[in-house]
């Protein structure tokens, strides 16, 4: 089954159908690829610079919110100039078979599981931060330090630059697809683990909250309300990614079973989901972080205000040179 991809987007993830089903294959509209690119890598490179800009978000939390918005905006990018591709190919401006295309595919696909995997890191290191910042408030700061904070980011970015090449350069390998469907399932597993644990101590600290003295009790309630941030943002992926996961793990268990066809046949609403991922998550730092949203509002202030004095005075300008005419 062919997905919108130059080649074979993510040829682990896709094969050709061996077997007759009933089941139509899904197509979504390129123009519907090339919107949700556009929103999500303009909403997570946003977010990205808001983290920058502002100090007050220059925090262990922000930092992997700042790679998570990260990894979205290579996710978002790779799609999108995949799909730009496929209008010039579709224009016959471009050959799918060359190599030149096929390698720049290969590039596209390397970012997007490199994304996969950075979500789920990043998801992990954020749940790290929230145990730590409930159940260790006093030690916080000396546990997350900005120093720990990067070593832990540039450990993140190098394993999974790596994963992801591997992964496109060994895809026809079994092993590969296992790595991705077990990395995907283990990750959920160990955060659904932690998410018990922490919420069943935090119900046991609960009534204690209030009684603690000064910062300790304020870096617990929002350490609290953090991992319910951390809640919606898990959710959101495992609906988003869950459904190409399990494309996946269709293909090795019953390539040619036509129940699994069918599945297998919706594929490229699967991709719209996956995209989807990165347009929803901004929405939600910007609705769960008042300073995220006052960093966004005096973003576009500045902008508006750039805006309007570049517009006065080129009107100025104009104003003098016809005087002086």
């Known amino acids: 089954m062919e997905s919108p991809s130059l080649g074979s987007d993510l040829p682990m993830m896709s094969s050709n159908k061996s077997q007759v089903t009933d089941c139509p294959e899904v197509v979504i509209p390129i123009q519907i690829f090339l919107v949700i690119g556009f929103v999500s890598l303009s909403e997570n490179l946003l977010v990205v610079v808001a983290v920058i800009h502002n100090k007050n978000l220059h925090s262990p939390m922000y930092c992997f919110i700042c790679s998570l918005a990260a990894f979205n905006t290579i996710s978002s990018l790779s799609k999108t100039w995949e799909n730009i591709m496929l209008v010039f190919r579709d224009a016959g401006h471009l050959n799918s078979r060359g190599a030149p295309e096929l390698r720049i595919d290969n590039v596209m696909d390397t970012l997007l599981c490199m994304s996969f995997v950075g979500s789920i890191f990043s998801f992990l290191a954020i749940a790290a931060d929230r145990y730590i910042t409930i159940f260790h408030a006093l030690h916080y700061h000396t546990l997350m330090t900005m120093r720990r904070t990067a070593a832990i980011l540039t450990t993140i970015w190098v394993l999974c630059s790596v994963s992801g090449a591997l992964m496109i350069r060994f895809f026809e390998a079994a092993a590969v697809k296992i790595f991705f469907v077990v990395v995907f399932f283990t990750a959920l597993l160990f955060i659904l683990l932690l998410y018990v644990h922490m919420f069943l101590l935090a119900r046991y600290h609960a009534s204690r909250i209030a009684a603690m003295p000064g910062s300790a009790g304020h870096n617990r309630r929002s ?26 793990l269709i293909i090795m268990i019953c390539p040619e079973n036509p129940y699994c066809e069918c599945y297998r046949s919706l594929f490229q609403l699967h991709v719209v989901l996956l995209m989807s991922h990165a347009v929803v998550d901004p929405a939600i730092y910007a609705y769960r972080s008042a300073e995220l949203r ?32």
Do not use: Y
């Open 223 to 248: 350490g609290l309300k953090g991992a319910l941030t951390l809640t919606i943002l898990l959710g959101v992926f495992v609906v988003c990614w869950a459904p190409l996961s399990l494309h996946l």
């Open 294 to 325: 006052n960093t966004f509002r005096k973003m576009f202030l500045c902008s508006t205000q750039a805006q309007n004095f570049i517009k006065d005075t080129c009107e100025c300008s104009i104003s003098n040179a016809l005087q002086r005419a």
